[in-house]
């Protein structure tokens, strides 16, 4: 559904750090494929790159659905069918001081409501049906987001994005700062994304999460893909010395 | 809002009543259409995050260049009208788009405005100033809808509010949350209709609903409706909330930037050929200073500097308050450096008031 060819991404604030340089990867339907890595490995970046958000100049060939696209804006990337959940649900997922309606409608709103003027009947019943399916818990769609719980607030940003209807669905992190009960919730949701066609690329810290997750793993160090093999082969052992760069194994 | 009554009352009792004598509520009215045309257009930037210092200068200048096609150019009333308008139009998309696109900080690009734009309307007027010369360009400014017509508008304008009121209940039981009862229904279709009843009551007694003030009406409305039922209005909210989880979510930021100063330029010409029509004539220093009366409108009115938060009608009684210091002080031949002091003060206590008021909750 989702492939990239040497995608490399310079930073231009800071000249001569390459943070993502020659990664290739291919995220199919119904398929989870998570992407290990120390910090600063370039995962996240790697992830912008992908979503049109990369402050710096990215170089390399997307393709979604088989066909050659241009990202060059987050809005590109929602035309193309792909959603970025992105590390900091706080700072760059939510806008806290708003209602849950207002930030679960806010990047699918012409489809959701209408395209110049809003019609909030339909925007609640969108609303609804997502977050119902995600079981979110809140006293209503009015409740402002900041009072909510970190998993309920990841569900929120998670509701937000399946309003778009997207083929691929990026996650990074996705279960940072969330108590036990509601990450076992969101596992079984990212489960249930890919098993209904989803394309699902889940960028994680915790070693566990992604093996637990994946059908496929990738392994990055210093921006580039150091391994690449189906879940079964991937021993902790295995990972981490992919991510310190002390192996090599694409397979 | 409550200060808004307690404002009236006190000035009022000092004035031994001459301040809600039909006449001056009538000016009073008149004067909060300027400043609440602008507040209405600001009330949109402010809540994208950004600031426009400009707009005084830009009553100015579009009033000036409404003026002047008439006089050099013998243009006729509409074709003068839109060229007010175009001409603020421009000039808020010109400084929409060195804030959105060039990445100059608004405070920066409208402070330049301000000085630039104040400078191009001595330049083109050379510093004269210069008559209305079209008698239907004049009544904007200066007439009124006779009491009959007043009468007539007010009760169309209820109807619909309580067509809107019924059908917003209607539509909350459809969706589980509770429906008001009739008592609640009542209340919130009466109240409204009876302090606008009261409003065209009281203009009627003078010679009817002012020009200006129709006009601010419409546009009080008509920005209400964009800033609460469409998609750009919410865009607005957004990019003023949280700019970076907007653009992450697909809002093309400088876009809807650059159209909410474009609007308030537009808006500032209205504002411009209203002020001007009042006057009589286009002067170099029309306008000056009403950026602030403006911004303090839209932050009494509950808007927050920092985006994300304000409403057109707060914008609106944040404006008629302003302007009731002014009229009630003028009233009493308080002296102008004290009008000055008062009203500075009275800004920086509201919002000081409100923000305490915010932390306490």
């Known amino acids: 559904m989702l492939e990239a060819r040497s995608v490399t991404a310079k930073n231009s604030r800071v000249p001569g750090i390459v943070a993502v340089e020659g990664v290739s990867l291919k995220a199919r339907r119904g398929e989870v494929l998570g992407i290990a890595g120390l910090m600063g490995a370039g995962r996240t970046e790697l992830l912008m790159a992908l979503f049109g958000c990369y402050p710096g100049t990215v170089t390399g060939?997307?393709?979604?659905?088989?066909?050659?696209?241009?990202?060059?804006?987050?809005?590109?990337?929602?035309?193309?069918?792909?959603?970025?959940?992105?590390?900091?649900r706080k700072r760059t997922g939510l806008i806290l001081e708003h209602t849950i309606l207002v930030n679960v409608t806010l990047a699918?709103?012409?489809?959701?409501?209408?395209?110049?003027?809003?019609?909030?009947?339909?925007?609640?019943?969108?609303?609804?049906?997502?977050?119902?399916?995600?079981?979110?818990?809140?006293a209503s769609l009015f409740t402002t987001v900041s009072t909510l719980?970190?998993?309920?607030?990841?569900?929120?940003?998670?509701?937000?994005?399946?309003?778009?209807?997207?083929?691929?669905?990026?996650?990074?992190?996705?279960?940072?700062?969330?108590?036990?009960?509601?990450?076992?919730?969101?596992?079984?949701?990212?489960?249930?994304?890919?098993?209904?066609?989803?394309?699902?690329?889940?960028?994680?810290?915790?070693?566990?999460?992604?093996?637990?997750?994946?059908?496929?793993?990738?392994?990055?160090?210093?921006?580039?893909?150091?391994?690449?093999?189906?879940?079964?082969?991937?021993?902790?052992?295995?990972?981490?010395?992919?991510?310190?760069?002390?192996?090599?194994?694409?397979? | 809002m409550l200060a808004l009554v307690g404002v009236w009352i006190i000035f009022t009792i000092v004035t031994d009543g001459v301040f809600l004598e039909p006449r001056n509520f009538s000016n009073l009215m008149r004067q909060t259409a300027v400043t609440g045309i602008l507040a209405v257009g600001m009330v949109m930037v402010i809540l994208a995050g950004q600031i426009d210092l400009s707009v005084g200068s830009l009553v100015g200048i579009t009033g000036m260049a409404a003026v002047l096609v008439q006089t050099s150019l013998h243009w006729g009333l509409w074709?003068?009208?839109?060229?007010?308008?175009?001409?603020?139009?421009?000039?808020?998309?010109?400084?929409?788009?060195?804030?959105?696109?060039?990445?100059?900080?608004?405070?920066?690009?409208?402070?330049?405005?301000l000085l630039a734009w104040r400078g191009a309307t001595k330049g083109i007027s050379a510093g004269n100033t210069y008559p209305v010369e079209i008698r239907m360009f004049k009544n904007i400014g200066q007439s009124?809808?006779?009491?009959?017509?007043?009468?007539?508008?007010?009760?169309?304008?209820?109807?619909?509010?309580?067509?809107?009121?019924?059908?917003?209940?209607?539509?909350?039981?459809?969706?589980?949350?509770?429906?008001?009862?009739?008592?609640g229904l009542a209340l919130r279709i009466l109240l409204p209709s009876a302090i606008?009843?009261?409003?065209?009551?009281?203009?009627?007694?003078?010679?009817?609903?002012?020009?200006?003030?129709?006009i601010l009406i419409?546009?009080?409305?008509?920005?209400?409706?964009?800033?609460?039922?469409?998609?750009?209005?919410?865009?607005?909210?957004?990019?003023?909330?949280?700019?970076?989880?907007?653009?992450?979510?697909?809002?093309?930021?400088?876009?809807?930037?650059?159209?909410?100063?474009?609007?308030?330029?537009?808006?500032?010409?209205?504002?411009?050929?209203?002020?001007?029509?009042?006057?009589?004539?286009?002067?170099?220093?029309?306008?000056?200073?009403?950026?602030?009366?403006?911004?303090?409108?839209?932050?009494?009115?509950?808007?927050?500097?920092?985006?994300g938060r304000g409403t057109v009608i707060g914008a609106c009684l944040g404006a008629l308050f302003m302007a009731s210091l002014d009229n009630g002080m003028s009233l009493k031949n308080v002296p102008d450096f004290i009008q000055d002091i008062v009203k500075g003060s009275v800004l920086v206590a509201a919002v000081g008031l409100d923000i305490w008021g915010r932390r306490r909750r």
């Not at chain 1, 019943?125 to 809140?138: H, T």
């Not at chain 1, 391994?227 to 902790?236: H, I, L, N, R, W």
């Not at chain 2, 286009?282 to 409108?297: M, Q, Y």
Request: charged share 15%.
């Open chain 2, 144 to 183: 009124y809808l006779s009491p009959t017509t007043g009468t007539v508008l007010l009760a169309l304008g209820i109807a619909a509010f309580s067509v809107l009121v019924l059908q917003r209940n209607r539509s909350r039981r459809q969706h589980g949350l509770s429906a008001w009862n009739a008592a």
């Open chain 1, 61 to 88: 060939e997307i393709r979604v659905a088989g066909k050659e696209v241009r990202i060059e804006s987050p809005a590109d990337a929602i035309g193309h069918g792909i959603g970025l959940v992105t590390e900091d």
């Open chain 2, 218 to 307: 419409v546009v009080a409305l008509a920005g209400t409706f964009v800033t609460k039922n469409t998609t750009y209005g919410r865009y607005l909210h957004a990019i003023g909330g949280n700019p970076e989880a907007a653009r992450l979510s697909g809002i093309n930021l400088p876009l809807n930037i650059m159209l909410s100063f474009c609007v308030l330029g537009a808006l500032a010409g209205v504002a411009g050929i209203i002020y001007t029509a009042r006057v009589g004539a286009a002067g170099p220093d029309a306008g000056t200073l009403l950026e602030l009366d403006a911004i303090a409108a839209c932050v009494i009115g509950g808007a927050s500097l920092m985006g």
């Open chain 1, 108 to 138: 699918a709103l012409p489809r959701v409501s209408g395209k110049y003027v809003t019609e909030e009947s339909r925007e609640i019943s969108a609303a609804e049906r997502v977050l119902r399916s995600l079981r979110l818990k809140a």
């Open chain 2, 196 to 214: 606008a009843a009261a409003f065209v009551w009281a203009f009627n007694r003078y010679a009817g609903i002012p020009i200006p003030v129709l």
């Open chain 1, 149 to 251: 719980s970190g998993g309920n607030q990841q569900k929120v940003v998670l509701g937000k994005w399946l309003l778009t209807e997207p083929k691929v669905l990026l996650l990074d992190e996705p279960t940072r700062g969330i108590d036990v009960g509601a990450k076992q919730e969101i596992y079984a949701e990212i489960d249930e994304l890919a098993r209904s066609g989803l394309a699902v690329v889940l960028v994680s810290s915790e070693l566990p999460e992604v093996l637990g997750l994946s059908d496929r793993v990738m392994v990055m160090h210093a921006g580039r893909v150091t391994g690449e093999f189906p879940v079964d082969k991937a021993t902790p052992e295995l990972v981490m010395a992919c991510a310190t760069g002390q192996a090599n194994q694409v397979a």
């Open chain 2, 79 to 113: 074709p003068s009208l839109f060229a007010g308008i175009a001409v603020g139009a421009l000039i808020g998309a010109l400084q929409g788009a060195l804030t959105a696109y060039a990445g100059i900080p608004a405070f920066i690009v409208t402070l330049g405005g």
